[in-house]
């Protein structure tokens, strides 16, 4: 296969792979602009003054009303903990806003199926419960300090803009916030900028997965993910699977084409379940919690955050094979053999239209200007 056939096979790939998930982009990008356009985000500090369960589950809530954007999770983590709120609901927060968000579900079960997206989210939660039991353990007061003296110097990371944006319209009954221009406006305004917010994720996880789909042999990935040896895989995976997530710089909604290439090539359940958890581990964001924290509470979030990680995926793993749950079949719709007109492409003009509409309506209403304050 010569170069130009080889580019031409994994481009068509990363195109086939976006036409399959651009409808249910637009569906999950839509459903998390009308969420953030009637939940306000100045209630946060308020409700996340401790690591109690009540806190905790109030930040996964919280969390799944937000962004998909690592980064953004990551920014407005920060900026609720200089303002007070706790640390540890801070990063439950962070972890909720990347694995239970609308568009990410939404895409993993279109892609993989419903088992991966409830492994999801039964997994958040529970991940979300061992970084706190391991934060009790290991994250001392004089840390927590250390932390918020360094996060009070401002260092500039990625995103803050997009996390600070608060257009919630919280007079009316839902309906009507939704509905009227201001609430219309709102939605318009989220919809578009979490769309520039993660496009470069999207894009880059495209082409690594069409890439890896086009140019891995299969006995490559069977080799790797200790296919021949299934009680060893089982444990393997979910070591693995973050290891491989860092490696690919992707994150946000981006990591799920590639979690689908990684699970027909044959990692475990547990194992295609953290790497998709794995997006805040990322090189370029690891930088980011450096700034942020410092070095010592950054190292901390890692190595909590990898170990909750591993240990949620391997729970998630047992628990689905106990009720049988785990897909028998390594099918993940990555590409169809050809773009053809059938629902899927039914679904993509009708949600490009809805598009087509919030982003006049963000043109119309000085979206522009505030996008350039964003990043």
């Known amino acids: 296969m010569d170069i130009v056939t080889a580019l031409g096979h994994a481009l068509w790939m990363a195109f086939a792979m ?95 199926g419903w088992q991966f997206a409830a492994a999801e989210f039964i997994g958040g939660p529970l991940m979300v419960v061992l970084m706190a039991l391991l934060f009790r353990l290991f994250l001392s007061r004089k840390l927590v300090t250390e932390a918020r003296t360094q996060a009070d110097k401002g260092l500039k990371g990625k995103m803050e803009g997009h996390a600070e944006m608060d257009m919630s319209v919280t007079e009316g009954s839902l309906w009507q916030r939704i509905t009227s221009k201001d609430g219309l406006t709102a939605i318009s305004h989220y919809f578009v900028m979490d769309w520039a917010a993660v496009w470069k994720d999207i894009a880059g ?42 490696l690919s710089f992707v994150c946000s909604v981006g990591n799920i084409p590639l979690a689908a290439v990684l699970w027909n090539g044959g990692i475990s359940f547990g194992g295609v379940i953290a790497f998709i958890y794995a997006d805040l581990l990322v090189l370029p964001i690891i930088d980011i919690y450096r700034k942020y924290y410092g070095w010592k509470v950054t190292g901390l979030i890692v190595g909590v955050f990898y170990i909750a990680m591993v240990l949620a995926a391997l729970l998630v793993e047992f628990l689905f094979q106990a009720l049988g749950l785990i897909p028998s079949q390594r099918s993940a719709q990555i590409v169809e053999t050809s773009i053809s007109f059938n629902y899927t492409t039914v679904l993509n003009i009708i949600f490009l239209a809805i598009a087509a509409f919030l982003l006049v309506r963000f043109f119309r209403t000085g979206g522009p200007k505030m996008m350039s304050h964003m990043a």
């Open 18 to 112: 976006f036409w399959e998930i651009l409808w249910p982009l637009i569906l999950g990008f839509g459903l998390s602009a009308v969420v953030q356009a009637v939940v306000s985000k100045s209630e946060m500090i308020r409700l996340l003054p401790n690591d109690s369960p009540k806190s905790l589950a109030i930040a996964c809530g919280l969390g799944a009303a937000s962004s998909s954007c690592s980064y953004a999770a990551v920014a407005l983590a920060r900026s609720i903990f200089r303002k007070g709120a706790d640390f540890t609901a801070a990063m439950a927060f962070e972890l909720a806003s990347t694995n239970l968000v609308a568009e990410l579900t939404i895409i993993i079960i279109v892609l993989m």
């Open 205 to 246: 996880g495209l082409l690594i997965a069409g890439a890896l789909a086009a140019w891995v042999p299969a006995n490559f990935w069977k080799e790797f993910f200790l296919v021949s040896h299934p009680v060893a895989a089982k444990f393997w995976g979910p070591i693995v699977g973050p290891i491989v997530a860092v």
